[in-house]
Structures are given as C-alpha cells and as structure tokens.
C-alpha cells in the first residue's frame, strides 16, 4: 500500500523569501507519478506540479519546483519569490501508473503555509 | 478546453435523508472520474472511480454509492445519511489515455449533516 507522509502541519514564509515543504512517500510500484497541489481558502484544489518517477530530472513550473529523490523517497516543493497568493494548504499526492487508476492518488495530510507581507 | 461542473456547492442534510451529488465534465469524451473526501483537517480519500458508464470501483466500505449512467456524469448517492458523512467532497477527472496523465478537481460540495 501506498503511504504519503507530510511532516510540517504548518509553515512561514517572508513574502519575496524561499520556502521549501516536505514530502516523503513509500510505494512498492516501479511506475507511479508524484504531485502537489495548493488548496486555497476557496478549498479547490489545484494542481502545481508533476513528477513522472522514471525521469531523474526535476520537475519545474515557474516558481515552484521539487528536489525528487526516488531513492530516499522524498520529494520536496520549492516556493520561489513567495507572493501572498500563495498562502494555502498545500498537498502531496503519489499515484501508480496502470489501467484506469492513475487518478487514484494517496494524499498526505497537507501543509499550512502562512506568506508574511 | 475541459471544465468540470460540480453541485451544489452546499449542502445541510439531516440524519437519514437521502444524498444525490452530481458531477459532469465538458470538453473531453471517455475521462475516468473520482469521487474524493476531504474530512475536517484532513487530506483526500479516494472513495469511488469509474473508466466508463456504468464501471464503478469502490475503493473504502462505507454508507455511499456511485454511478455514472453517462459518459460524462459522475453521482454520488446515500440512501440514509450519516453524521460521520458530513465532509468536503470532491469530483475529479483524467483523460484516462495514459502518459501524461492529470487529475483536475472540481469545486467541491460541502455537505453537513446534522
């Protein structure tokens, strides 16, 4: 079974400053992809960013990226130049890549991150 | 482009009433579709899927049930609402053709039940 562990309820950030939120994962499969994704004070959840777990490079999407290191399953979201828009729980998620499951996701229990004007 | 469509965005329910949550999707043909559950504080729980009409996999014994008597339309039903059924819940779909496969949400039905 899949397992995905977020291990900072809550987090600061100055705004303009980096902020870096943990994720580690355990799964038995060889092809699953990683994800995180922001849920604002609206509660929808949106997608940052995606990691395929056979490529080695890391995923980038503006300022957002992720430090994915398959070995110690761990992968780590990286905020740049944090904006006040980007206060919001933030989820990790781990999905297996087979037949019609690739939207079942195990989630993490989600981080708080708090941006300071 | 595609968009999902999900309703009501509120709902306060008695105990033992019945539940119909309706999700449908545009601009795309044959997604797969989830049924997810935030509870208070908590992250999502995959409750129900489906690759196709009238395909439903349950993925968490529980008080509810799904159908999808379209292509494009998800439901989420009880017959007898719980309390321990009060959540966040959240439609979801991929385009189910493998590769680059992402899950988008839907807006998300607050249900109380009281």
């Known amino acids: 079974a899949q397992t995905v562990t977020q291990s900072q309820p809550e987090m600061s950030v100055q705004e303009a400053e980096t902020v870096t939120l943990s994720c580690t994962y355990d799964t038995s499969e060889s092809d699953y992809y990683l994800f995180w994704y922001k849920q604002p004070p609206s509660r929808q959840m949106i997608l940052v960013i995606r990691q395929e777990a056979y490529k080695q490079q890391n995923a980038t999407e503006n300022r957002f990226s992720v430090n994915f290191q398959k070995a110690a399953k761990s992968f780590s979201l990286k905020i740049s130049d944090s904006q006040l828009g980007d206060a919001a729980m933030y989820f990790c998620a781990c999905g297996e890549n087979y037949g019609g499951s690739q939207g079942n996701l195990i989630f993490g229990k989600g981080t708080k991150l708090s941006v300071k004007p | 482009s595609q968009t999902i469509h999900q309703w009501p965005a509120t709902l306060v329910q008695p105990v033992g009433s019945p539940l119909s949550l309706e999700c449908t999707v545009e601009g795309t043909s044959n997604p797969n579709l989830y049924w997810y559950r935030q509870a208070a504080g908590r992250g999502l729980q995959l409750l129900f899927y489906?690759?196709?009409?009238?395909?439903i996999s349950s993925e968490v014994p529980q008080n509810l049930s799904a159908s999808r008597p379209q292509d494009r339309q998800f439901i989420l039903s009880s017959k007898k609402l719980l309390l321990s059924d009060s959540g966040f819940y959240l439609c979801a779909w991929t385009s189910g053709t493998g590769g680059d496969e992402k899950l988008f949400f839907g807006s998300g039905t607050q249900l109380s039940v009281l």
């Open positions: 489906s690759v196709g009409i009238g395909q």
